[in-house]
């Protein structure tokens, strides 16, 4: 089974501070994705990478930036965490190739901003 | 604008019931269509369907696919309490070939 890790569950912090979310995956996938999921809104797209050192932005990538410098770690990091980034990050990830198939999530981090 | 919407946005049954849940889309270059169903935590994966009319099942669970009128139905017979989560419906598609995703259905499903 796929697993992918979240480090944490729970986080709060407070304005202004760079705040860094991190995703592992153990499958050897090619594309990880970060999505923030609000009530209403369902789960947007931060920033996704194909491939270690690369990245591209999703819908929302505004306050965010990334970094992918080993296949199977994919950082998310909020240079100066604002409270309208409060929210929860789910990390993603799927085999590199056939684009289309389905995700696989981590458990989710439910992050505050004070 | 691609979009995924969802209906109804949450439901309460009682245990014994079927119910249905909805997905329609507008989405350029339309690849797959994918259920998941997300409890506390992770969104687990239910089905990908990319063929019109060909009925996925797994236990309890249905979905099929309508790519003429541009919907997808989630079907859940003899509801159980472990059925209680948010079902996400989402679209492969769209210039870039993102996932896309609904706002969900919230499925409470009481003793």
């Known amino acids: 089974d796929v697993k992918v890790t979240q480090s944490s569950r729970y986080l709060v912090k407070r304005t202004g501070e760079k705040v860094f979310l991190e995703c592992v995956q153990d499958m050897d996938h090619e594309n990880m994705f970060w999505y923030r999921q609000d009530p209403g809104l369902g789960l947007r797209l931060i920033y996704f990478s194909y491939d270690v050192k690369m990245k591209e932005k999703g819908d929302i990538p505004e306050g965010y930036s990334v970094s992918r410098e080993k296949k199977e770690r994919f950082s998310l990091i909020l240079e100066s965490a604002s409270t309208n980034q409060t929210s929860m990050y789910l990390c993603?990830?799927?085999?590199?190739?056939?684009?289309?198939?389905?995700?696989?999530f981590g458990d989710g981090t439910r992050l505050s901003i004070l | 604008e691609d979009k995924v919407v969802q209906s109804p946005l949450s439901l309460v049954v009682h245990e014994g019931d079927t119910v249905t849940l909805n997905c329609s889309y507008e989405v350029t270059n339309f690849r797959s269509l994918l259920w998941y169903k997300q409890e506390k935590k992770a969104p687990t994966f239910l089905f990908m369907l990319t063929s019109s009319g060909i009925e996925k099942k797994s236990g309890r669970l249905s979905s099929i696919l309508d790519k003429k009128e541009l919907f997808s139905i989630l079907n859940i017979t003899a509801t159980q309490t472990g059925d209680s989560a948010v079902y996400l419906c989402a679209n492969y598609g769209g210039a870039t070939n993102k996932l896309i995703f609904g706002t969900g259905t919230l499925l409470a499903v009481q003793p």
């Open positions: 993603a990830s799927t085999p590199g190739g056939g684009r289309g198939q389905p995700q696989h």
